[in-house]
């Protein structure tokens, strides 16, 4: 296999070291050695403690909450591999924070997703691979390789129980709508939309359901769920509109603020989150959160990009 890039070493920062451990042994590596502290005023203080110089270096860090901490975090690790001679520096982040803000959609604000992707290339990263991202073009924001993976096979195979049971896959807003018919080309399954518009006096949200749900087992796919709140009114919607059963999957469980205490009192049966962002506690120990492991996912595209083999066979 092509080794110009030396030997692969994989690395993990701060933010989700489970999930990196998961990689390692699916890779059939050792996480690599290094020393990451903070200094009592939060700075990050980090050293590599092996030999680097000419090798693969992969460095997994979702830039999840504490989201400004883990992001600084990664482009300092980053900056110490390329000072210390790595051949290739890929930045693995199965999350990529700041990506809801991707365009100029009021006057005066920023475009954070392009400044993050700045960032990102100064530091001296050389590649990155990431997963869901909340709209595609990003890819376009880097001018370095982006490995754009979707955990759609994660859930495909998890929702695959249901697919002689009358399933329609739900977008819970019109943006949506080409990654939900991707799921129910793949499941075989009916598309319903859910769109979101004022009262007449603005001072509620109505939910019109689009598509045939009356008696249907309906999932509602979105690729982020942060405070559950359209998640929990979309939900009580499709049972309003005569849904039989209502679960939801999506990619990256940020879930904060009232995310969990919304979650209980839903009409959802069950949400599907994976392991994109590390779950907390209160999320696993809840009976209507499952979370589902990207790692051999990720592993995979790792082994792949290392051996300079197709990527784009992942997602078949």
């Known amino acids: 296999m092509a080794m110009q890039n030396g030997q692969l070493k994989f690395f993990s920062g701060s933010a989700h070291p489970e999930l990196a451990q998961e990689i390692a042994n699916h890779l059939g590596v050792s996480l690599g050695r290094s020393k990451l502290k903070r200094f009592s005023d939060t700075e990050v203080s980090f050293q590599i403690d092996e030999n680097i110089r000419g090798t ?3 460095i997994l860090q979702p830039t999840c909450t504490p989201v400004d901490a883990n992001l600084v975090e990664l482009c300092l690790m980053i900056d110490a591999f390329r000072r210390s001679s790595a051949a290739r520096i890929t930045a693995v982040m199965p999350y990529y924070g700041y990506a809801r803000q991707d365009r100029k959609d009021k006057p005066r604000v920023p475009i954070s997703a392009k400044l993050v992707a700045n960032l990102l290339s100064a530091a001296g990263a050389n590649r990155v691979l990431t997963m869901d991202l909340h709209k595609a073009q990003i890819q376009a924001f880097f001018d370095i ?3 754009h993976l979707f955990a759609a096979p994660v859930f495909i195979e ?3 129980r249901y697919r002689e049971r009358g399933l329609t896959i739900v977008s819970p807003d019109a943006g949506g709508v080409e990654r939900a018919r991707a799921y129910a080309r793949r499941l075989g399954a009916d598309l319903a939309i859910i769109d979101k518009r004022r009262s007449e006096d603005g001072a509620a949200e109505v ?4 598509g045939e749900v009356q008696d249907r087992i309906c999932i509602i796919q ?6 559950a709140g359209t998640l929990n009114r979309s939900a009580a919607a499709l049972r309003d509109n005569g849904a039989a059963r209502v679960l939801a999957c999506a990619v990256h469980g940020v879930l904060s603020g009232p995310a969990l205490q919304r979650i209980e009192e839903s009409a959802l049966e069950k949400l599907v989150v994976t392991n994109t962002i590390p779950p907390k506690s209160e999320f696993v120990a809840s009976d209507k959160v499952e979370v589902l492991s990207v790692a051999s996912l990720l592993g995979k595209a790792v082994r ?10 992942l997602f078949v």
């Open 56 to 58: 693969d270096v992969f």
């Open 145 to 147: 390789p982006v490995d």
């Open 158 to 160: 998890y929702l695959s």
């Open 207 to 210: 939910m019109n359901v689009v």
């Open 222 to 227: 979105d690729d982020i769920v942060d405070t």
């Open 304 to 313: 792949s990009i290392h051996d300079e083999t197709s990527v784009s066979s």
